[in-house]
DNA sequence: CGGGTTCCTTGACTTGAATCAAATAAATAC
DNA sequence: GTATTTATTTGATTCAAGTCAAGGAACCCG
């Protein structure tokens, strides 16, 4: 049991609500998760957990990024999700078989806490409402896999990076330019985008050709907005 | 309220106790069930939803094979997943947005269980142990396209391929035949590979050229599955 | 500042697989 | 059975993007 008003608890509680998973919650439902939560510190670069290990619950991102990928037989990553602060990931623990399907690493320094497997199943088999968001979340991860494997196997490089940062722009119909600040070096950017640094390179510098964004270090400044979206409606549509 | 002893949902409640998600229930859950659950019948090709439409419900396949896939702007069909009887699927209508994020198109004369939404929420609030149940399905289907990803975007044909025939044989260490029977004719079967019927040929009369497989019509013989999983780890490892 | 990483970019080359085109083969209808 | 449509195979061509190689740029650290 937590006692109420145990500090840590609520420092927990407050992260909790701010995960899309569990807004709306009363506080005493959040006390109950926190109760069978813990936190975890990762620096940049550590291994949250491989494929294949047992599953001992799922996440929520308190700060930082993770990196969901698989690493192939040859030591190829495909990154299979980038998960930011307020994120909940690694749902899937909560149901057999219990290994993770894949690895999970930060991305920079990071906090994250682990709802632990056991602690919530138990609170599930209580209360339906929570079941049901866990149902939510899954069905989201669902509808952005099913997104990118659309992504993955049927657009081209430069549409994917078109898509990328036309959905950075917060109105993509003006013409008024964008800057968009890289929070990751370009490699692993790439990586996110389904392919390497060298293709996302060529395919910035087209990009900068056609005066559609101009590149400065990590910066990306989207020119027109309205160009750019435009040249993807042109690859999607035809 | 369902009439207990009533003759369609004995039926109903029959098919349910074989789909994954409902073995084990208690006769009463799975009454509870069939009384919101209505039948449909599709002929080959009728399309059942279409990405987008409001989301009324999710499917168990009494008979047959429905296609789930993303059909993009230039028309080209990217097969998601092809499930068959006893499956279910679209689990992820239960929860907002509720727009099906994909469409499903009856391969074959098929025979499909609607269970809808809002009869399945109300049981499922009552009921912690079908919702816990739905977690571990939908879980599963997450597992399913998070390996899809990586048979997509690293693999190449032959060596998807030569995965699909090897999962395939009932025992992939011996030297015996396996004969495979398609359900389905081969383009349909190459746009689950993610390719298309030309090059799915191509590979198939490669396989043949090894000795690896025959073909007669729509019967496959694997004629070792030994030397097909060689060269599949061949593939993977190197 | 100078040396050492690591990251990014560009060029040259290679390749897997899609596309286009055309020739069978198989299935279905009349 | 013959015609007609639909599937499958094969050949030739094209292209996006990965790999390999090499030069810069940026960053870090003493």
Redesign the interface.
């Known amino acids: 049991m937590s006692t109420l008003g145990d500090l840590k608890t609520f420092a927990i509680t407050n992260t909790l609500r701010s995960c899309k998973l569990f807004t709306g919650l009363p506080q005493t439902d959040l006390a109950n998760i926190a109760a069978v939560t813990v936190v975890k510190s990762l620096e940049k670069g550590d291994y949250l957990f491989h494929e294949g290990d047992a599953a001992s619950g799922f996440y929520v991102i308190q700060r930082g990024a993770v990196n969901i990928h698989?690493v192939?037989?040859?030591g190829?990553e495909?990154v299979?999700h980038v998960f930011r602060t307020g994120d909940s990931f690694a749902?899937?623990a909560?149901?057999?078989p219990t290994g993770y399907?894949?690895d999970a690493r930060a991305l920079e320094n990071s906090q994250v806490l682990l709802v632990q497997k056991d602690g919530i199943?138990a609170l599930?088999?209580?209360?339906?409402?929570l079941?049901?968001r866990?149902?939510?979340?899954?069905?989201?991860?669902?509808?952005v896999?099913?997104?990118?494997?659309?992504d993955?196997?049927?657009k081209d490089v430069e549409t994917r990076l078109a898509n990328w940062l036309v959905k950075r722009c917060p109105n993509p119909q003006s013409d008024a330019p964008v800057k968009i600040e890289l929070t990751t070096n370009k490699r692993v950017l790439a990586a996110e985008l389904?392919t390497v640094s060298e293709t996302f390179s060529r395919t910035l510098a087209k990009f900068r050709g056609l005066k559609l964004i101009a590149v400065k270090g990590k910066t990306l400044t989207v020119l027109s907005p309205a160009k750019l979206r435009a040249l993807l409606k042109r690859n999607?549509?035809?």
Chains 1, 2 share one sequence.
């Open positions: 698989r192939t037989a040859t190829k495909q299979i749902e899937v909560l149901a057999a399907p894949a199943l599930l088999k209580r209360q339906p409402e079941a049901l866990m149902l939510g979340s899954m069905s989201s991860h669902l509808r896999l099913v997104g990118q494997i659309e993955l196997t049927v389904g999607l549509g035809e």
